[in-house]
């Protein structure tokens, strides 16, 4: 069981952050394990075939199960909506004694594979060549999706904003993962292959990373000098690779017209006009005007996070779609 213990000032600065750095790393788990992670088999099936012949083993040798993990390969992200380079940087930033350190605990009493050694003789030149495999496999892999995966991640971190405004940490803690539990100022958390401890938040808060791919686990950062980090399954994750019902009720059809009609059903989770588009075959032009249309009907809400706008449907629509769902006789 891990421990939170919050101070006076560490709730003030609970903070959430999406990371394509750490959906990067998370991802390779998931080619290695497509039967574990049976909601990723959509995109698992492309992503091993567009990076068969990469060689990912120093990825993979990062991420040793069931032990600690080195923490410099995806630094805790130090904005809302990093980007990819940014975080690049950051890890390269690493000094080479952190980067050391941090490998050699990880294989503390086990053999280190052969394929980390430049990490203790040559930390700097390794992190360069760490990133330029990533470059790599995060352009064959995971860009033309990071839209979608992006706004479904975005999409948690506006519902966790509504959790907090709603309830405050109460509210908030309830609903970030089961074996996440809040009581008397202290964040547990049941983590398997962990020994007890109790870590002393302070000023540097918390910070709270959604994922798509660390699913079902719950992934924690808490070795200085990183900031304290929690990384849990976004909510809607079964949902990703799903294409919406196309068909709605003819009722609702009929009623707001069949394009604005599936344009509803596909809100039932926060998305941008360009994921829409993708997702239902219309240009991103043509969402635009229905989505406008919609919002001055009360049926839609836009929530801009960053330089992206999610749109969710409203609680009228969602009466509006029960009332035209068709009746069991």
Same mark, same amino acid.
């Given at each position: 069981?891990?421990?939170?213990?919050?101070?006076?000032?560490?709730?003030?600065? @609970?903070?959430?952050? @999406?990371?394509?750095?750490?959906?990067?790393?998370?991802? @390779?788990?998931?080619?290695?394990?497509?039967?574990?992670?049976?909601?990723?088999?959509?995109?698992?099936?492309?992503?091993?075939?567009?990076?068969?012949?990469?060689?990912?083993?120093?990825?993979?040798?990062?991420?040793?199960?069931?032990?600690?993990? +080195?923490?410099? @390969?995806?630094? +805790?992200?130090?904005?809302?909506?990093?980007?990819?380079?940014?975080?690049?940087?950051?890890?390269?930033?690493?000094?080479?004694?952190?980067?050391? #350190?941090?490998?050699?605990?990880?294989?503390?009493?086990? +053999?280190?594979? +052969?394929?980390?050694?430049?990490?203790?003789?040559?930390?700097?030149?390794?992190?360069?060549?760490?990133?330029?495999?990533?470059?790599?496999?995060?352009?064959?892999?995971?860009?033309?999706?990071?839209?979608?995966?992006?706004?479904?991640?975005?999409?948690?971190?506006?519902?966790?904003?509504?959790?907090?405004?709603?309830?405050?940490?109460?509210?908030?803690?309830?609903?970030?993962?089961?074996?996440?539990?809040?009581?008397?100022?202290?964040?547990?958390?049941?983590?398997?292959?962990?020994?007890?401890?109790?870590?002393?938040?302070?000023?540097?808060?918390?910070?709270?990373?959604?994922?798509?791919?660390?699913?079902?686990?719950?992934?924690?950062?808490?070795?200085?000098?990183?900031?304290?980090?929690?990384?849990?399954?976004?909510? &809607?994750? &079964?949902?990703?690779?799903?294409?919406?019902?196309?068909?709605?009720?003819? #009722?609702?059809?009929?009623?707001?017209?069949?394009?604005?009609?599936?344009?509803?059903?596909?809100?039932?989770?926060?998305?941008?006009?360009?994921?829409?588009? *993708?997702?239902?075959?219309?240009?991103?032009?043509?969402?635009?005007?229905?989505?406008?249309?919609?919002?001055?009907?009360?049926?839609?809400?836009?929530?801009?996070?960053?330089?992206?706008?999610?749109? =969710?449907?409203?609680?009228?629509?969602? *009466?509006? =779609?029960?009332?035209? #769902?068709?009746?069991?006789?």
């Amino acid at each position: 069981m891990i421990r939170m213990r919050f101070g006076t000032d560490a709730l003030a600065h @609970v903070r959430f952050a @999406v990371s394509p750095l750490i959906e990067t790393h998370g991802s @390779v788990k998931v080619l290695d394990d497509p039967g574990g992670q049976a909601l990723h088999v959509p995109w698992a099936i492309e992503a091993r075939r567009r990076s068969d012949d990469l060689d990912l083993s120093v990825m993979r040798a990062l991420q040793p199960r069931d032990v600690y993990t +080195p923490d410099f @390969v995806h630094p +805790p992200p130090s904005s809302p909506l990093a980007e990819l380079e940014d975080e690049l940087a950051q890890m390269a930033a690493t000094p080479a004694g952190e980067v050391r #350190a941090e490998v050699r605990d990880s294989y503390r009493g086990r +053999p280190l594979p +052969p394929v980390l050694a430049p990490f203790l003789s040559e930390p700097a030149a390794a992190v360069r060549d760490l990133a330029a495999l990533i470059r790599v496999y995060w352009d064959r892999t995971l860009a033309a999706h990071w839209p979608r995966i992006r706004a479904l991640l975005e999409g948690d971190v506006l519902y966790r904003a509504r959790q907090i405004a709603d309830g405050g940490a109460q509210r908030l803690f309830a609903d970030i993962d089961p074996t996440v539990g809040w009581a008397d100022d202290v964040l547990s958390i049941d983590k398997a292959n962990c020994a007890d401890e109790t870590i002393e938040l302070d000023e540097r808060g918390l910070l709270f990373v959604p994922s798509v791919f660390v699913w079902p686990a719950v992934l924690i950062i808490s070795e200085p000098p990183w900031q304290p980090t929690i990384i849990y399954p976004a909510r &809607g994750v &079964g949902t990703l690779w799903e294409t919406p019902r196309a068909v709605a009720p003819e #009722a609702l059809a009929a009623l707001v017209g069949r394009v604005r009609a599936a344009i509803l059903l596909a809100l039932g989770a926060p998305r941008s006009t360009t994921d829409l588009a *993708n997702t239902l075959g219309i240009s991103a032009g043509g969402i635009s005007q229905h989505l406008a249309i919609l919002r001055d009907a009360g049926l839609v809400h836009g929530h801009r996070t960053g330089r992206v706008v999610l749109y =969710l449907r409203s609680p009228a629509a969602e *009466n509006l =779609l029960a009332a035209a #769902a068709p009746q069991p006789v």
